[in-house]
């Protein structure tokens, strides 16, 4: 299922991106909101394996949708503001509305759908559709700021599709601070979506009672909160060099906890706190990036690098599955041996993050 939402993904990530910077980050957004309550249509008749991935396939669509236009409409209305310095903990804020809404729908959710009937999933599944076309309503409201060339009072100028695209890769392939920052957001990706799909799993082979499962997806989306709302702090009190390592290795460290350790009380705590570590790092890696990006693209080039990120998720995924199905030990290992030689090859220092 999850290989059909990373199609969707795939193939609309850079389209959608064009979109953004052509018609507006706002409306890309909103036509997002459209493909994902159409995602949720089919899981009312569903009863099969090709219904269901049309439904994971729709989703991808709409992430794609709004993937680098939601970062690029923060970031240009702080440019518009002539705050840009404070990407970093504005977009933090925004993260961090994603884990506070999962900790809120789990307790909500688990306690509707509680006798686990298909009367409460379907109830559940019509509240998901009211609440995005609460959000959609919502964001029909936002003002998109004016896009301009840097520097100069020039508005964006329509361009073709094709060549916002090819500008955006060369943008990104001509520029050494830009793939020093992208490589080293790849090696050092701490799978948060690995262990979202590995944690049941390995509370089970810890023996944690099931009823605790809920519990540690709420518990992990409030820390999780935390540090997307702090994550502007690190640079601060240790500066760019030392705050991306620091970002970066404590997942790694985590990891390899979680591998040695198979109990009932400190797999929850390792849980919550690898969840909550693995998240720290999005606002201040978006941050570096959009430093080097202009306006009149933003969007296109976000989307492009979101793209790359993909395909080295479909690639590590079903990699890490397989060694999963080996011994869980193993796969925990492996990402944190990724992660630390990603920091041990790719370093940033404070010049490499100034645009």
Not at 25 to 30: M, T
Not at 51 to 70: N, R
Not at 105 to 117: S, T, V
Request: proline content about 3%.
């Amino acid at each position: 299922m999850e290989s059909f939402l990373m199609i969707g993904l795939m193939l609309f990530e850079v389209p959608t991106g064009i979109i953004g910077d052509k018609v507006g980050r706002k409306w890309s957004i909103i036509f997002g909101d459209l493909v994902w309550i159409l995602s949720w249509i089919p899981w009312f008749w569903a009863d099969g394996f090709w219904g269901f991935a049309l439904c994971f396939f729709l989703a991808g669509v709409s992430i794609a949708f709004e993937s680098g236009s939601d970062q690029a409409l923060v970031y240009d209305q702080l440019v518009a503001l002539g705050q840009e310095k404070k990407m970093q903990k504005v977009y933090g804020y925004y993260l961090a509305i994603f884990p506070l809404a999962a900790a809120a729908a789990g307790l909500i959710g688990g306690w509707i759908a509680i006798n686990h009937d298909m009367k409460s999933f379907y109830f559940l599944y019509m509240l998901i559709m009211v609440a995005q076309v609460v959000g959609m309503i919502i964001m029909l409201t936002v003002k998109e700021p004016r896009r301009s060339y840097a520097g100069e009072k020039i508005e964006h100028k329509p361009e073709s599709g094709i060549k916002m695209f090819v500008d955006g890769a060369k943008i990104i392939l001509g520029n050494k601070k830009m793939k020093k920052i992208l490589y080293l957001k790849l090696l050092t990706t701490p799978f948060s979506i690995i262990l979202f799909y590995a944690f049941q799993p390995y509370f089970l082979q810890a023996g944690v009672d099931s009823g605790w499962y809920g519990p540690a997806i709420f518990v992990s989306s409030l820390l999780t909160v935390l540090t997307k709302l702090y994550a502007h702090k690190l640079e601060e009190w240790w500066g760019v060099e030392k705050a991306v390592v620091i970002v970066s290795v404590f997942p790694a460290l985590m990891w390899t906890v979680m591998a040695l350790v198979f109990d009932p009380v400190w797999s929850f705590v390792l849980f919550v706190i690898t969840d909550a570590a693995g998240n720290i790092r999005d606002p201040i890696f978006s941050d570096y990036f959009n430093r080097h990006i202009k306006s009149i693209n933003r969007a296109t080039i976000l989307s492009t690098l979101s793209l790359m990120y993909s395909l080295y998720q479909v690639v590590m995924r079903p990699i890490l599955g397989y060694i999963a199905d080996i011994d869980m030990r193993y796969m925990f290992l492996t990402i944190a041996l990724v992660i630390m030689s990603g920091i041990t090859f790719f370093r940033l220092k404070k010049e490499d993050v100034v645009g």
